[in-house]
């Protein structure tokens, strides 16, 4: 009876450390509210990476103009005072911009968003360019990311920015 007490709480004790080994080594998760130039919250993203190392990326937005949209992560973690204060696209191995360009693409480059004529938008996505954990194209390096939106379609070849025209929302990526 006492073996098989010792032997049950060896195995509680694996199993509450494998609990603790998932949560911690588990799913990375970040999320970004996103703001329009005026300052005002017009949507949030959900970034997790999963055990593959995939990152999913789940955006939603209310308020912004109908159409397709370019939407990228941005090399640096800031979007004030103005939305420049991101930099340029999150682009840690020095591709060229584009999902379409042969020379391409920089890991912070996703496909349009698009936005229905009463300005919801929403865009599912899965990039194996960009991590949220440690590593070589982690946005969260010393300066941190950003995610930024564009007034206007990416074409997706156009270095650097894919002809995406001005920002017009921007949201810190920040570690949940």
Known sequence: MIRALVILAGLL????????YAENHGAEHASATLKNTAGEVIGEARLIEDATGLVHVNVHVNGISPGEHGIHIHAIG??????LAAGGHHN????EHGLDNPDGPHAGDLPALTVTPAGVGHLDVVTDRATLSP?????FDADGSALVIHADPDDQVTDPTGNSGARVACGVIEQD
């Open 92 to 95: 840690p191995l020095g591709q």
């Open 135 to 139: 590593g070589t194209t982690s946005v």
């Open 78 to 83: 800031a979007c004030s005072p103005t939305f």
């Open 13 to 20: 004790a694996m199993a509450g450390a494998a609990g603790v």
